[in-house]
């Protein structure tokens, strides 16, 4: 037989304060958890919501979302989807967007936005997968997918998908650990220019540029020394190649931005 609905939001609160418990390394007994939590207060408050959003109550249900904000400080729109063991730690001003998708045994800290770029309407929040941590003050802004374990570091700012198992940190937020792998901070900051790790077009460019500099120095030196200039080995192609290589640089640092 299905569970009923009391036994149901038993077991999705009972699941709730254990999520508090393991995560908060402060908390001491269940009655302090019950009556001191403003990050409990504010999940169970949203579930009721929620489910009056479902019905189509939607006034009732924005209703009881302010009080929740008034009283605990966090914001949670009554559309967005929380799974269970979600643990907001600290919590005050916290901002959960309409179409904000939370998995299981989701984490976040005080100051953190789960929002939309813009104006746009439709799915403009971010999913988080389970397991997912988002560190305190970190903005997740889009529709954006965070994959299954992911870590924001405290103070992110995360415009674009994360893979799963990896950590982000900075503005924009950009991965420092994946799979377990510490991403040397060096190549983050400063990509490596060795030519065999260029893209192509770019490498190819700045290849025959360095080539047209020495037989221009070789001529240089010819006519100053009063001999007959070395002839051009060329590259025909070279102002395409440079071309190329301007427009592939243009492209990525678009992309990158
Ligand atoms: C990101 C975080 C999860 C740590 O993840 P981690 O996988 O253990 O990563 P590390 O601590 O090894 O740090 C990796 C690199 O990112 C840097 N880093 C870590 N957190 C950062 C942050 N929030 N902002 C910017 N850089 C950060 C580290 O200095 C390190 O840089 P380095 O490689 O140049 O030394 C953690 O630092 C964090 O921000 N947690 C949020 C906790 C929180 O909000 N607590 C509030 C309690 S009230």
């Known amino acids: 037989m299905a569970p009923g609905p009391l036994s149901r939001i038993s077991r999705s609160i009972r699941r709730d304060l254990d999520a508090a418990r393991e995560r908060d390394p402060a908390a001491r007994s269940t009655t302090e958890l019950v009556l001191t939590y403003p990050g409990l207060h504010a999940v169970w408050m949203h579930r009721a919501a929620h489910t009056m959003n479902q019905r189509g109550w939607h006034l009732p249900a924005r209703m009881v979302s302010q009080v929740s904000r008034f009283v605990t400080g966090i914001e949670i729109h009554p559309g967005a989807t929380i799974g269970p063991g979600f643990f907001i730690d600290h919590g005050m001003g916290v901002v959960i967007g309409e179409t904000t998708e939370i998995g299981e045994d989701v ?3 005080q100051g953190v936005t789960l929002g939309g770029p813009g104006q746009e309407s439709g799915k403009r929040h971010p ?3 389970d ?25 992110s700012i995360v415009v674009k998908d994360v893979p799963a198992n990896s950590t ?4 924009p937020g950009k991965p420092v650990v994946r799979d377990g792998q510490r991403i040397d901070p060096e190549k983050i900051h400063h990509p490596d220019l060795d030519h065999t790790v260029l ?4 490498a190819e460019a700045l290849d025959c540029l360095m080539q047209r500099v020495e037989e221009l120095e070789a001529e240089i030196a010819a006519i100053r020394a009063g001999q007959e200039p070395p002839p051009k080995l060329g590259d025909a192609d070279c102002r395409d190649k440079v071309k190329a290589g301007i427009r592939e640089a243009r492209k990525a640092s678009m992309d990158a931005a």
């Not at 893209?199 to 770019?202: I, K, L, N, R, S």
Request: aromatic share 2%; charged share 15%; glycine share 24%.
């Open 199 to 202: 893209p192509d077009p770019v």
């Open 131 to 155: 397991g997912v941590t988002v560190g305190a003050g970190a903005s997740v802004l889009g529709p954006l997918e965070i994959g299954e374990g992911a870590k924001i570091g405290a103070g």
């Open 127 to 129: 999913t988080l997968r």
């Open 168 to 171: 982000v940190v900075g503005n």
């Open 107 to 109: 984490t976040v800290y």
